[in-house]
């Protein structure tokens, strides 16, 4: 009886000290991090547009200068949201091979995200263009009840988009947030329209970051400055992150710190996709997705916006066919009302970036606090997310045309600019040579 309790004893005591091996080393369950997707949207921590302001038909329609009338609108669109490019879907791959024995991803390591997809707009991707559709409808109802009195006019409005699937995607959907109901087709009334394009080699206007061969060779290649920023950044903000990480989750080899900031991009396109944040997210405090957002707003500063002297300029031609437009309606050489045009981010950074509007108080490099992070106002977050919108509005008033930027429904002051309402004239003069510009001179193209 005696050797039974002691065996008995012997198996509790086993028990208990298996038990207490697996609570000390939990293989780094206890310290991921939960986050709910919506705050994550609503703090502008990842590229989504919240969808009180996505979705919303709650909008009240703008009031006129006085003694002014709405008579041209030049929007310019990015594409809805999408699934991953080809550098991403790489990047989740490697992400896939890395984290393959982790303890802690042995449920979603593998990459949801098919080659064959990429690029291509996910269904909110098209929802998105045409509510912004709808909400145009509304914010500028005394404008389009004008156009609207009469059947579509393609040479009345306009609309373009980039050469690809997805921008000629969100401008159908856009088209039908703006006309459903005005048409002939079926029992909805649905509109046709017509969505030009120019070939992507060949259209400035809306690709003209892939274009310039200064951009090629002097940007996105042979930047040193950039790579020095990038360095920094790695050392002294991804390296802890990384560091912590392996030390967490058990990860073998250590993982890299450039890595961190896919860990980031799987943990937005797991939302983005599927609503999730207990996947990659999981991976990254809050503060870790603040400073791993700002690694992809710091590379977008010193490349496509006012961190590098080419992008002052590389917008002109967008510029350029806005000028003329413009003026060929003042003088009555022209019937276009709407000019609504899809493009990318890249695009709407250098529309930006050109006319020196939307800029931050301090340049986006390395050595930001977090503090300071917090503090920007414009970052691809918060401006250039999916579907985001920048409209040109052009006014007639009693004394002079003038033009009002708006950047999703909120007035940029344009540098060398009185107030909102912009001067046309003096809009012109801040523009100055950018105005028939040559972009291949510009960008030294053969």
């Not at 699937?165 to 947030?177: D, K, P």
């Not at 329209?193 to 400035?204: F, L, S, T």
């Not at 090629?216 to 390296?239: A, M, R, S």
């Not at 710091?298 to 967008?318: A, E, F, H, Q, W």
Request: hydrophobic fraction near 35%.
């Amino acid at each position: 009886m005696q050797s039974y309790n002691n065996l008995y004893s012997f198996f509790i005591l086993l028990f208990y000290f298996y038990n207490l091996a697996l609570c000390v080393n939990d293989y780094g369950y206890s310290k991921l991090y939960r986050h709910d997707p919506e705050y994550l949207i609503s703090k502008h921590y990842l590229i989504i547009e919240p969808a009180e302001t996505a979705f919303t038909l709650d909008v009240n329609p703008i009031s006129y200068p006085d003694k002014c009338e709405l008579k041209q609108l030049h929007l310019l669109t990015r594409h809805g949201s999408r699934y991953p490019d080809p550098p991403v879907i790489l990047a989740f791959n490697r992400l896939e091979k890395v984290f393959a024995n982790v303890p802690v991803a042995k449920r979603w390591y593998k990459n949801p995200f098919p080659m064959e997809r990429n690029y291509q707009l996910i269904p909110r991707g098209e929802i998105e263009p045409y509510y912004d559709g709808k909400q145009s409808i509304l914010r500028y109802k005394k404008f389009w009840k004008n156009v609207r009195k009469t059947r579509y006019d393609p040479e009345v409005v306009k609309f373009q988009a980039g050469a690809y699937s997805r921008c000629g995607a969100s401008a159908m959907a856009f088209s039908e947030g703006l006309f459903n109901g005005d048409g002939p087709l079926d029992t909805c009334k649905n509109q046709p329209v017509y969505v030009w394009n120019i070939p992507a080699e060949q259209d400035n206007i809306l690709e003209m970051y892939n274009n310039c061969l200064l951009v090629n060779e002097t940007v996105l290649n042979n930047n040193p400055e950039y790579d020095e920023q990038h360095y920094i950044y790695g050392n002294t903000t991804l390296k802890p992150i990384a560091d912590r990480m392996t030390n967490d989750y058990g990860i073998n080899p250590p993982l890299d710190p450039y890595l961190v900031p896919s860990i980031f991009n799987a943990c937005q396109y797991w939302v983005l996709h599927f609503n999730r944040t207990d996947t990659w997210c999981s991976l990254l405090s809050e503060h870790d997705i603040i400073r791993s957002m700002y690694y992809f707003d710091m590379t977008i500063y010193s490349k496509s916006l006012n961190g590098n002297p080419i992008n002052d300029r590389l917008g002109c031609v967008y510029y350029t066919q806005l000028v003329n437009s413009v003026d060929d309606y003042l003088n009555g050489n022209s019937i276009m009302v709407a000019d609504l045009k899809n493009g990318h981010a890249h695009t709407m950074f250098a529309v930006l970036a050109t006319l020196g509007v939307a800029k931050n108080p301090y340049p986006l490099t390395a050595n930001l606090t977090l503090s300071q992070i917090k503090k920007l106002k414009y970052t691809v977050g918060k401006s250039i997310y999916w579907s985001s919108t920048m409209y040109f509005e052009i006014y007639t008033c009693s004394d002079s045309p003038k033009v009002r930027l708006v950047l999703n429904f909120e007035p940029l002051l344009i540098p060398g600019c009185e107030s909102e309402y912009c001067e046309w004239s003096t809009f012109k003069k801040v523009l100055g040579d950018k105005i028939g510009c040559d972009f291949n001179k510009l960008c030294k193209n053969p």
